[in-house]
């Protein structure tokens, strides 16, 4: 049986637009079922632009939409027939395995949460996104579910991390390490202190190699890294800062000269290389790891592509049991 794979239509900047764009773009190429929650006169004015004679795609109403700026707990109590809730409901309900989401992340986050429950002996779920480095992704986690953690939470993190890098990206005995500003055991606030000495005792089920600092991640030397949620949301946003302000500078120096244009010309299979390994929408969006069920949530600002790769991501979390291998590892570190 294929994976279902249920969008909430009506969430982001594009919606939904680019959202059934990318749905229909992924139920042609991967070849499953998708079923696309929201308004269902503007959804179906959508599809038919497009030929999807063929292709499952089914429509599952809901008359209302949580908007970006509304508090998400405030929204899922007034808004009970809102897209990402009754979306939700399709995964809980076992209608579809996986839900695609790219509106509010609080509203998403607390309707899995509410809506799938956790996965047994994991605190609380964690936001876990891929950055690019030198060499393969590394997978950070939390990137903003949890702004304030216990060490415990942290380890727990390190678990999920590990059984997606191996399960998703194929990684053998994935490099775990803590986020920090030094190699040291010692160095660090308390929260790192602590998290050291569990994942050191923790090595027998993880591949704990220490303390990474925020520039050696990018150099590849671990495949899971984790923190606290402020701490990987300041990372994350910096990170796209960083990545927009390089390519926004690069165009800006080749638009200078004549010269500067032709060696751009010349060297343009290698910038669409680069663009590739560090454009974000190549990954589609973060998974919320720690739920009963598979969500990904994509970027407010996710077009066609994003949307595409995002159901991807989903599609492979479920057929590689990443929640199986996270409940397995698990038990394993509590023996």
Do not use: W
Not at 113 to 124: A, C, K, N, S, Y
Not at 198 to 210: P, R, V
Not at 295 to 317: D, M, P, T, W, Y
Request: with cysteine.
């Amino acid at each position: 049986m294929s994976v279902k794979v249920t969008v909430d239509a009506m969430g982001g900047d594009y919606a939904p637009e680019e959202i059934v764009k990318g749905a229909v773009l992924a139920a042609r190429e991967y070849k499953i079922p998708i079923q696309l929650v929201g308004k269902l006169e503007k959804i179906r004015a959508e599809l038919g632009k497009y030929d999807i004679k063929g292709l499952e795609i089914e429509l599952v109403r809901a008359d209302e939409v949580i908007e970006m700026g509304e508090s998400p707990s405030s929204a899922l109590r007034k808004k009970r027939n809102s897209s990402i809730v009754i979306a939700v409901d399709q995964v809980a309900k076992g209608h579809s395995q996986a839900l695609v989401a790219a509106g509010s992340t609080g509203a998403a986050m607390a309707a899995s949460l509410f809506g799938l429950g956790r996965l047994p002996g994991i605190d609380r779920p964690a936001i876990g996104v891929l950055l690019p480095t030198m060499d393969k992704p590394v997978l950070m986690l939390d990137a903003g579910a949890n702004s304030e953690c216990e060490p415990e939470m942290l380890h727990q993190f390190a678990i999920m991390g590990s059984s997606f890098s191996s399960a998703v990206l194929g990684v053998e005995n994935p490099r775990v390490g803590i986020l920090n500003i030094g190699g040291e055991s010692g160095k660090g606030n308390i929260l790192a202190q602590k998290t050291y000495k569990i994942l050191e005792e923790k090595q027998d089920h993880l591949n704990f190699i220490g303390n990474v600092e925020g520039r050696e991640m990018y150099m590849g030397i671990c495949d899971v890294v984790v923190c606290d949620g402020f701490v990987g949301n300041v990372t994350l946003k910096v990170t796209e800062g960083v990545a927009k302000m390089v390519f926004e500078l690069f165009k800006s120096e080749i638009n200078k000269s004549l010269l500067a244009k032709i060696g751009a010309f010349i060297a343009k299979p290698a910038l669409k290389g680069m663009k590739k390994r560090t454009d974000a929408d190549e990954y589609g969006g973060a998974l919320l790891l720690g739920i009963k069920g598979t969500c990904v949530i994509s970027h407010g600002s996710s077009k066609a592509f994003a949307i595409k790769n995002a159901i991807r991501l989903a599609k492979e979390s479920v057929e590689k049991d990443v929640n199986g291998k996270i409940s397995r590892l698990y038990e394993l570190s509590k023996a």
